[in-house]
Structure formats: structure tokens, C-alpha cells
């Protein structure tokens, strides 16, 4: 569809949304709304504000209702934000049942259009990454490690000596997808250029149109939605390169039962693990690989953002702590949108808070991720990005711990005494670091996003010299109502190290 009418169907949506009545009307909630923009002519202008202002808007609710929950105006709903961190340890401790992560989600992706309504409702998938996958992390990541090799030299397709200047995200999106698919397919799939593009195709079409989509009325999407979301074709697409591999693996499973000597160990031989009834053939699979690559790309090659123009070098980033809290930093600046952790309230009675704040049924409650991720009651500085912010920490922790354990040794033996955990990991999530997600369905998938993005920037740092491609500034964010993502135009000077250059 060519962009005039997309353009034409958005503003017809818009039009309609105007008449469109927001299921539940605000009269019946005692949730004080933002500003008070309670009347329907007043929530309406807000909610127009939201498109171009959203980021500003959320923190101006933060200010407002610091230890309570409001009521922010969309179009086409009212979104619920809780600020409190008690309020938010409650919503990641929340049971499936009571406040829907998946329902949120299907919301907020347009899942039931933009991928099916099966992976709202048997999301068995999320299950793979966070048992399977994260399980054999160690013993696969050598071939990822391999593969970050390759796809710098092959993505970047430097001459020695030479600065060039690459566009930074759709070239992270390139060695992500490449890498992450030497995990989750092997070779030679992970090296084939067109599977790689359909997959970042489809992970950007979901994105965007799944927010076309969520602009019309319920009874307009069967109508509308089949036009703009490219599931069906991105799943056809898919087949092409996944329906062999599929079909060949499905033949020996039925041949061998689920454990033979060569079963591969990659993403298809996990969803087997899983998989029952109508899952197990090879459309479905496929379609659970499109998903998982499109749950991959878009993160984690948004994760290293701020590489790009901090001053920073080998020597500064020399240890895995340090690459590690680099990125924790990274991420909790520009890691979460404005509202993170979108959860439907499917309990019949609504859902109330330990405190007695009530939520209706059939609302939408969310957290004000970034507002959080920069709170000043946690952060130092909070604005400032401050690469080695938790590896000191760290440092600090390791020797507290290294002074307990003098004192212990000359205590005598302590069966009790804990190991020392550092909680400031790049995959720990807390109520004040929303970037995974807290709780129950904080991603399954950040062990391995971690460890992917760590062994990418060392390898980074060890082999290229990189520098902004104007010094000292970083393009601004692109915005969007509640999103927000790197500027789309960003680009980076990069060249092979000279100390590399020089031996060969
Ligand atoms: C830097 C990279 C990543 C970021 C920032 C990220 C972030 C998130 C967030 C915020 C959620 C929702 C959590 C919530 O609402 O409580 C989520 C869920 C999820 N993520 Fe990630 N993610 C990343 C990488 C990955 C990767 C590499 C995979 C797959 C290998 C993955 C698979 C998933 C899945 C399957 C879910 C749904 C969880 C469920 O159904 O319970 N993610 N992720
Ligand atoms: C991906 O999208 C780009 C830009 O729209 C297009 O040129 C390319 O052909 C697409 N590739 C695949 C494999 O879908």
C-alpha cells in the first residue's frame, strides 16, 4: 500500500475516533484524570496533545499524583498510570488472571492483527526463550561469538584504514538479526540477506502499522487491519526460508521421537520441546521464529544507543563489569518509552491496590517506565549519562564484601553467610529500572539480549575505532504519542583499528 493512502485511512481513523465513545466513561472512575481533564471536550484536546507531547505529559502526571495512580487521556482510551514503586511491585507481582500482560500487549501491538490471535492466547514461545534458550546460552555462545565476527566484517565491509560513515540503526538491526539468527536458526540461514530483511521488515511493520492499526473503532479493524498488517505476507515470505528447515525437522522428530543423536540445538528444536496440537506444524512454527526475531531485533538494537556519541574507549570500558554497567546506563536512559508494563485489568472486580486505589475492569494500567528510570530518589544525576554509574556501585559492593569476608574469616566459620549479589546487573529489573519489564513477565529474552549486546561491544571496542559524526552531539530521539526511538538518521564514523590495520 503506498503511503498517500495509509496516510488517507489514518486521518479517516482519526475522524471517526472523535465520534468513537471510550468503552468505559470516565465518570464511573474515582481515579482523578490528568489536569482534570476530565470533561469529554477537555480529555479530547489532551489526548490530542499526548500525539506530539506524550513524554512531557507523563512526567507532568508523575509531578502531580507522586504517590498515586491518574487517569492520562488517549484517543481512544483512558491509559491508568501508577507512579509509586509499591503500586509498581504490585503490578509485576499481579497474577495473569487479574491484570493481563498478554491482553495489554495484544492492545498495544494490535497482536490479534499484527501476528494472530494465537500468540495472545498460547504465548507458549515466551516460555522457549526464557527455559531453552536461556539454558543453553553458554554452550551456544560460541557460535555467536563466531558470528559477531563475521557480520562486523561483512555488514561493515570496511577497507583498511578507511573512516566510513554508517546510518547506526538499521546497521545494528543487520548484525542483531544476523547474530541472533546463528542462535535461533544456525547456519547458513542466519547469513541470507532476504530472510534477514523480511524479518527487520516485519519487526518494523509491527511497530508501526500494529499503531495504524490501533487507531480504528473495534468494528472497522476486520475491514482495515488486513490491508495494512503484513503478517500474511511476512509469513509466506518466511516460509520460503523456514519451511524446508521446518518440514525437514518435523520428519525426524516423527522418525526418531524428541531426542536423536544430530537434533540441532536452536530455536526450532526448543518450540518442539513445547509445542502441542496445532502448533506443531510448520506454518505455526515459522510464524513463532518471525515472532521471536521481531521480539529480538527492535530491542536490543535500540540497546546500544548512547554508544554512539559518548567519548569512550578500550581502556575506559576495559572489564565485562564495565560493558556491562555501560549498557545498564544506555538502557535506563533510553531503554523504556514513557509508559512501560501496559497491563489490562481482567478481574471481574477491577483490581485494587494494597493501599485501596481501584482500578475498573477493562482498564489499561501502566508504568511511567522512563519517569522512573531517571527518578532522582535513585539516581544521582539522574539525567546525566554516567557509563561506569553501576560498575562502581560494584566495585563498592565487591569490596564491602571483601571487608565482610576479613571479618568473617577472623569470626570464625559462617555457614550463613550469603554470597554477595550485585542487583545492578544489566538483566536485573527493579521497580526503578523498567527497561526489561519487572516481575512476572519481565523479558524472558535478557539473558541472552545481554550477553549478545556485551560480546558485540567488546568486540567493538577491541577491533574498531568509532567517533560521532558530530562531535559531542547525539541526534535527538524520534517521538511519537508514547514512542520513542533512536533518530532514525543517526550515523556514526567508524574504521578499523589502527594497531589492527597495521598487522595485517
Ligand atoms: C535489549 C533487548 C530487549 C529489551 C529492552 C526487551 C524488553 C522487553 C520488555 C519491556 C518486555 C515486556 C515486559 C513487561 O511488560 O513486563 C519484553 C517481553 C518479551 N521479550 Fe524482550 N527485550 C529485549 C530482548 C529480547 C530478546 C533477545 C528476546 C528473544 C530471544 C525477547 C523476547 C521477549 C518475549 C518472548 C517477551 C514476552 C514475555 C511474555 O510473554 O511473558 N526479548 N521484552
Ligand atoms: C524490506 O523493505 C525494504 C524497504 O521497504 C525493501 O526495499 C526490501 O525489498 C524489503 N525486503 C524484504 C526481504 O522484504
Aim: charged letters at 20%; glycine letters at 6%.
Amino acid at each position: 500500500m503506498d503511503l498517500d493512502t495509509t496516510t488517507l485511512l489514518t486521518a479517516l481513523a482519526a475522524l471517526l475516533s472523535l465520534f468513537w465513545l471510550r468503552s468505559w466513561s470516565s465518570s464511573k472512575s474515582t481515579i482523578p484524570a490528568l489536569d482534570g481533564a476530565d470533561g469529554l471536550i477537555a480529555s479530547y484536546r489532551s489526548a490530542l496533545r499526548v500525539l506530539g507531547h506524550g513524554a512531557e505529559l507523563v512526567r507532568r502526571g508523575y509531578t502531580q499524583h507522586r504517590t498515586g495512580v491518574y487517569r492520562m487521556p488517549m484517543l481512544l482510551r483512558w491509559e491508568y498510570v501508577a507512579n509509586a514503586p509499591a503500586h509498581i511491585a504490585e503490578i509485576a507481582a499481579a497474577p495473569e488472571d487479574v491484570l493481563s500482560f498478554h491482553l495489554g500487549a495484544a492492545e498495544t501491538l494490535q497482536t490479534e492483527w499484527t501476528m494472530g490471535s494465537e500468540i495472545a492466547h498460547n504465548p507458549y514461545h515466551a516460555l522457549a526463550v526464557r527455559g531453552s534458550l536461556t539454558r543453553n546460552l553458554a554452550r551456544c555462545f560460541p557460535q555467536v561469538q563466531d558470528e559477531i565476527v563475521h557480520a562486523f566484517a561483512d555488514v561493515l565491509a570496511l577497507e583498511d584504514m578507511e573512516w566510513k560513515l554508517i546510518d547506526v540503526v538499521p546497521t545494528l538491526m543487520q548484525i542483531v538479526a544476523r547474530t541472533s539468527n546463528r542462535l535461533f536458526v544456525g547456519l547458513p540461514l542466519c547469513r541470507d540477506k532476504e530472510y534477514l530483511d523480511l524479518n527487520i521488515n516485519y519487526t518494523v511493520s509491527v511497530f508501526t502499522r500494529g499503531q495504524i492499526i490501533r487507531l480504528f473503532p473495534e468494528f472497522l479493524k476486520p475491514l482495515v487491519a488486513p490491508l495494512l498488517s503484513s503478517r500474511k505476507s511476512s509469513l509466506r515470505h518466511a516460509l520460503k526460508f523456514l519451511g524446508p528447515l521446518i518440514d525437514a525437522r518435523l520428519a525426524d522428530e516423527r522418525a526418531h521421537g524428541p531426542e536423536w543423536a544430530e537434533r540441532p540445538n536452536d530455536l526450532i528444536s526448543w518450540l518442539l520441546d513445547l509445542a502441542t496440537g496445532e502448533e506443531r506444524t510448520t506454518p505455526a512454527l515459522a510464524l513463532r521464529v518471525l515472532i521471536t526475531n521481531m521480539a529480538a531485533i527492535h530491542t536490543s538494537s535500540m540497546a546500544a544507543r548512547v554508544v554512539e556519541s559518548e567519548g569512550w574507549s578500550k581502556a575506559a570500558l576495559g572489564s565485562m563489569h564495565r560493558i556491562d554497567s555501560f549498557l545498564r546506563e544506555s538502557q535506563r536512559l533510553g531503554g523504556s518509552g514513557p509508559l512501560a508494563m501496559t497491563r489490562k485489568v481482567v478481574a471481574r472486580d477491577g483490581f485494587t491496590f494494597a493501599d485501596g486505589t481501584h482500578i475498573p475492569h477493562g482498564a489499561f494500567l501502566n508504568t511511567p517506565g522512563h519517569v522512573v528510570n531517571t527518578e532522582p530518589d535513585s539516581y544521582a544525576d539522574p539525567e546525566t549519562f554516567d557509563g561506569f554509574r553501576f560498575s562502581r556501585l560494584r566495585e563498592a559492593v565487591n569490596a564491602d564484601a571483601d571487608a565482610d569476608a576479613d571479618a568473617a574469616k577472623e569470626a570464625g566459620p559462617n555457614p550463613n553467610a550469603n554470597p554477595t549479589f550485585f542487583n545492578r546487573q544489566m538483566v536485573s529489573t527493579a521497580p526503578d529500572h523498567l527497561v526489561f519489564g519487572h516481575g512476572r513477565h519481565a523479558c524472558p529474552g535478557r539473558f541472552f539480549a545481554a550477553t549478545e549486546l556485551k560480546a558485540m561491544l567488546a568486540y567493538l571496542l577491541l577491533h574498531y575505532d568509532v567517533k560521532a559524526e558530530t562531535p559531542g552531539v547525539r541526534p535527538p530521539d524520534d517521538a511519537f504519542a508514547m514512542f520513542r526511538v533512536p533518530n532514525a538518521r543517526g550515523r556514526i564514523w567508524v574504521r578499523k583499528r589502527a594497531d589492527l590495520n597495521s598487522e595485517a
